[in-house]
Protein backbone atom coordinates (compact mmCIF):
# COMPACT_ATOMS: atom_id res chain seq x y z
CA UNK A 1 0.00 0.00 0.00
CA UNK A 2 1.40 3.60 -0.56
CA UNK A 3 1.73 6.05 1.99
CA UNK A 4 1.33 9.83 1.62
CA UNK A 5 2.19 12.10 4.65
CA UNK A 6 2.24 9.26 7.11
CA UNK A 7 -1.80 8.30 5.70
CA UNK A 8 -2.38 5.39 3.88
CA UNK A 9 -3.50 5.62 0.42
CA UNK A 10 -6.32 3.08 -0.93
CA UNK A 11 -5.56 3.77 -4.69
CA UNK A 12 -5.18 0.99 -6.46
CA UNK A 13 -4.26 2.67 -9.88
CA UNK A 14 -1.95 5.60 -10.04
CA UNK A 15 -3.24 9.18 -10.90
CA UNK A 16 -2.80 10.66 -14.14
CA UNK A 17 -2.97 14.73 -14.05
CA UNK A 18 -4.88 14.71 -17.44
CA UNK A 19 -6.74 18.03 -18.52
CA UNK A 20 -10.56 18.31 -19.86
CA UNK A 21 -14.12 19.23 -19.90
CA UNK A 22 -16.00 17.03 -18.33
CA UNK A 23 -19.89 16.37 -17.98
CA UNK A 24 -21.14 14.82 -14.96
CA UNK A 25 -25.19 13.83 -14.97
CA UNK A 26 -27.30 13.11 -12.04
CA UNK A 27 -30.90 12.22 -13.09
CA UNK A 28 -31.91 15.02 -15.09
CA UNK A 29 -29.15 17.66 -14.19
CA UNK A 30 -26.10 17.59 -15.98
CA UNK A 31 -23.39 19.20 -14.31
CA UNK A 32 -19.65 20.66 -16.43
CA UNK A 33 -16.98 20.87 -14.42
CA UNK A 34 -12.81 20.25 -15.18
CA UNK A 35 -11.00 17.21 -15.25
CA UNK A 36 -8.51 17.93 -12.56
CA UNK A 37 -6.93 14.18 -12.82
CA UNK A 38 -8.19 10.55 -13.35
CA UNK A 39 -7.15 6.65 -12.47
CA UNK A 40 -8.57 3.21 -13.24
CA UNK A 41 -10.96 4.18 -10.42
CA UNK A 42 -11.93 7.22 -10.51
CA UNK A 43 -11.46 10.79 -11.51
CA UNK A 44 -11.08 14.57 -9.06
CA UNK A 45 -13.47 16.99 -11.01
CA UNK A 46 -13.09 21.17 -10.41
CA UNK A 47 -14.67 23.88 -11.66
CA UNK A 48 -17.66 21.88 -10.39
CA UNK A 49 -21.01 23.21 -8.10
CA UNK A 50 -20.69 20.89 -5.13
CA UNK A 51 -22.55 17.57 -5.36
CA UNK A 52 -24.05 15.34 -2.33
CA UNK A 53 -21.65 12.28 -1.22
CA UNK A 54 -23.21 8.95 -2.27
CA UNK A 55 -24.99 11.07 -5.36
CA UNK A 56 -24.49 8.94 -8.56
CA UNK A 57 -23.77 10.22 -11.41
CA UNK A 58 -22.71 9.40 -15.33
CA UNK A 59 -19.37 10.99 -16.07
CA UNK A 60 -18.49 12.08 -19.50
CA UNK A 61 -15.03 12.08 -20.28
CA UNK A 62 -13.51 12.76 -23.39
CA UNK A 63 -11.34 9.40 -24.20
CA UNK A 64 -13.17 7.03 -22.12
CA UNK A 65 -16.47 8.08 -22.84
CA UNK A 66 -19.21 7.54 -20.49
CA UNK A 67 -19.05 5.63 -17.10
CA UNK A 68 -20.96 5.31 -14.16
CA UNK A 69 -19.77 6.35 -10.65
CA UNK A 70 -20.53 7.68 -7.16
CA UNK A 71 -19.48 10.79 -5.33
CA UNK A 72 -17.03 9.93 -2.85
CA UNK A 73 -16.29 13.55 -1.51
CA UNK A 74 -18.20 16.68 -2.13
CA UNK A 75 -16.46 20.14 -1.68
CA UNK A 76 -16.72 23.72 -2.93
CA UNK A 77 -15.38 23.77 -6.43
CA UNK A 78 -14.29 19.93 -6.34
CA UNK A 79 -15.64 16.78 -6.43
CA UNK A 80 -14.12 13.39 -6.30
CA UNK A 81 -15.96 10.33 -8.03
CA UNK A 82 -15.48 6.67 -7.61
CA UNK A 83 -16.00 4.83 -10.80
CA UNK A 84 -19.06 2.02 -10.12
CA UNK A 85 -17.42 -0.46 -12.69
CA UNK A 86 -16.41 -4.05 -12.44
CA UNK A 87 -12.45 -4.82 -11.58
CA UNK A 88 -11.79 -5.78 -15.54
CA UNK A 89 -13.32 -2.29 -16.65
CA UNK A 90 -11.23 -0.60 -13.95
CA UNK A 91 -8.02 -2.55 -15.65
CA UNK A 92 -8.95 -1.14 -18.86
CA UNK A 93 -9.66 1.95 -17.66
CA UNK A 94 -6.08 1.91 -16.40
CA UNK A 95 -3.90 0.50 -19.20
CA UNK A 96 -5.97 3.60 -21.44
CA UNK A 97 -4.94 6.04 -19.13
CA UNK A 98 -0.98 4.57 -19.00
CA UNK A 99 -1.06 4.72 -22.81
CA UNK A 100 -2.51 8.49 -23.08
CA UNK A 101 -0.07 9.69 -20.44
CA UNK A 102 3.28 8.01 -22.32
CA UNK A 103 2.09 9.81 -25.66
CA UNK A 104 1.73 13.09 -24.37
Same mark, same amino acid.
Given at each position: ???? *? ?11 ? $?? =? !? @? ?30 ? *? ?11 ? $?? =? !? @? ?33
Amino acid at each position: MNKT *DGIGDKRRHPRYP $LK =G !R @VQARAGEVEHEGRLKDVSGGGALLDGIQPLEN *DLFVELHLEGLGR $LP =G !R @VVRGREDEVAVKFMVDEDEEMRIAKKLKRINFNL
